[in-house]
């Protein structure tokens, strides 16, 4: 009997350090939490990159979307209690509400986008730090106008959409100081039609390239005989952007989930703000290719572009950031 016991307790002991290295090495669970559909182009960069680490065995995944703010915190506070691993979501309007689950549920790990920095010990930032792409489209787009005058459509005048607007009319002063702008928010985050109205409008005004930070800025581009620029996602393949979109601004989350998914693994994440990582120098921004544009670009443009991207790289060359509501100039 006490032999039985013996060889109970050790197998017990050996199921227990398997289940132990399991978890350290193997899967966790991660919840996303979205308030979009994940078509929605900046939820559909999280959801595509906790996908891609589900596909490859990393993680196993749950999320929800179409999540209002009314509801989202009782939605964080599901998956609490269920023991995922890590929660990915946002926390915009919601940030103090967020960070009182984030103290309730202290072996939980937090990455949210986020305007206010990391909290406590376990919720981690993001935001959409792509300006460093932006000001390069802005360089090609100064080289491109013909009337000197850009037009820019965005969703709301906030910081994560401000950066961008003002990152991009830097690129393109620097290569045509003679070019103005015109600047319109829609009012909201999905609204084709309103994006697409606001650009006609745009294009009466004189503009000859557009900035399409939202969509159905590209449908008035193409029936306007206009030029565009894409913003998050690749416009030109994913928007029936060919032969109007000359290049995207990308957003990559990959390389933030992949670090905030080691971490948790490795128990060792922490409140920390993620903003390297959604930038060139990590992967996390990056310039669509040209396709049919590339011969249409001028050269001169396209050279300054690479160089400046290195040096972006490197960290030889800062574009600045500027959450301030850009205005129109003309």
Same mark, same amino acid.
């Given at each position: 009997?006490?032999?039985? =016991?013996?060889?109970?307790?050790?197998?017990?002991?050996?199921?227990?350090?398997?289940?132990?290295?399991?978890?350290?090495?193997?899967?966790?669970?991660?919840? &996303?939490?979205?308030? %979009?559909?994940?078509? %929605?182009?900046?939820?559909?960069?999280?959801?595509?990159?906790? %996908?891609?680490?589900?596909?490859? &065995?990393?993680?196993?995944?749950?999320?929800?979307?179409?999540?209002?703010?009314?509801?989202?915190?009782?939605?964080?506070?599901?998956?609490? *209690?269920?023991?995922?691993?890590?929660?990915?979501?946002?926390?915009?309007?919601?940030?103090?509400?967020?960070?009182?689950?984030?103290?309730?549920?202290?072996?939980?790990?937090?990455?949210? &986008?986020?305007?206010?920095?990391?909290?406590?010990?376990?919720?981690?930032?993001?935001?959409?730090?792509?300006?460093?792409?932006?000001?390069? =489209? &802005?360089?090609?787009?100064?080289?491109?106008?013909?009337?000197?005058?850009?037009?820019?459509?965005?969703?709301?005048?906030?910081?994560?959409?401000?950066?961008?607007?003002?990152?991009?009319?830097?690129?393109?002063?620097?290569?045509?100081?003679?070019?103005?702008?015109?600047?319109?928010?829609?009012?909201?985050?999905?609204?084709?039609?309103?994006?697409?109205?606001?650009?006609?409008?745009?294009?009466?005004?004189?503009?000859?390239?557009?900035?399409?930070?939202?969509?159905?800025?590209?449908?008035?581009?193409?029936?306007?005989?206009?030029?565009?620029?894409?913003?998050?996602?690749?416009?030109?393949?994913?928007?029936?952007?060919?032969?109007?979109?000359?290049?995207?601004?990308?957003?990559?989350?990959?390389?933030?989930?992949?670090?905030?998914? *080691?971490?948790?693994?490795?128990? *060792?994440?922490?409140? *920390?703000?993620?903003?390297?990582?959604?930038?060139?120098?990590?992967?996390?921004?990056?310039?669509?290719?040209?396709?049919?544009?590339?011969?249409?670009?001028?050269?001169?443009?396209?050279?300054?572009? %690479?160089?400046?991207?290195?040096?972006?790289?490197?960290?030889?060359? /800062?574009?600045?950031?500027?959450?301030?509501?850009?205005?129109? /100039?003309?």
């Amino acid at each position: 009997m006490k032999r039985f =016991m013996k060889i109970v307790l050790a197998l017990c002991l050996a199921l227990a350090t398997m289940a132990g290295t399991a978890q350290a090495a193997g899967k966790i669970t991660v919840a &996303g939490i979205y308030t %979009q559909p994940i078509q %929605q182009k900046w939820d559909a960069c999280l959801h595509k990159a906790l %996908q891609k680490a589900a596909d490859a &065995g990393e993680i196993d995944y749950v999320y929800s979307e179409k999540v209002s703010n009314t509801d989202y915190i009782r939605v964080m506070r599901e998956y609490s *209690e269920k023991g995922v691993d890590l929660i990915v979501g946002e926390a915009f309007g919601i940030s103090r509400d967020v960070t009182k689950v984030a103290a309730d549920y202290p072996k939980v790990a937090y990455l949210m &986008g986020d305007s206010f920095g990391p909290r406590g010990d376990n919720l981690a930032v993001f935001d959409n730090y792509i300006h460093e792409p932006c000001y390069l =489209m &802005g360089m090609i787009a100064g080289k491109m106008t013909k009337t000197n005058k850009i037009g820019m459509v965005g969703g709301y005048p906030i910081g994560e959409v401000n950066r961008l607007f003002h990152a991009f009319m830097a690129g393109a002063q620097a290569v045509n100081p003679a070019v103005e702008f015109k600047v319109s928010f829609i009012g909201s985050w999905y609204d084709p039609p309103k994006a697409k109205e606001f650009a006609y409008a745009q294009a009466e005004s004189g503009v000859d390239v557009l900035y399409a930070e939202r969509a159905g800025v590209v449908d008035a581009a193409r029936e306007k005989g206009l030029i565009a620029f894409g913003n998050v996602n690749d416009m030109n393949k994913e928007e029936n952007g060919t032969d109007v979109v000359v290049t995207s601004a990308l957003w990559n989350m990959e390389p933030a989930v992949n670090h905030a998914i *080691e971490l948790v693994k490795k128990g *060792e994440f922490k409140a *920390e703000d993620y903003r390297e990582w959604t930038m060139m120098g990590k992967g996390g921004a990056s310039l669509a290719p040209f396709y049919e544009f590339e011969s249409r670009i001028p050269e001169d443009v396209k050279v300054k572009v %690479q160089g400046t991207a290195a040096a972006i790289k490197a960290g030889d060359f /800062t574009v600045q950031i500027d959450d301030s509501e850009p205005k129109s /100039t003309f």
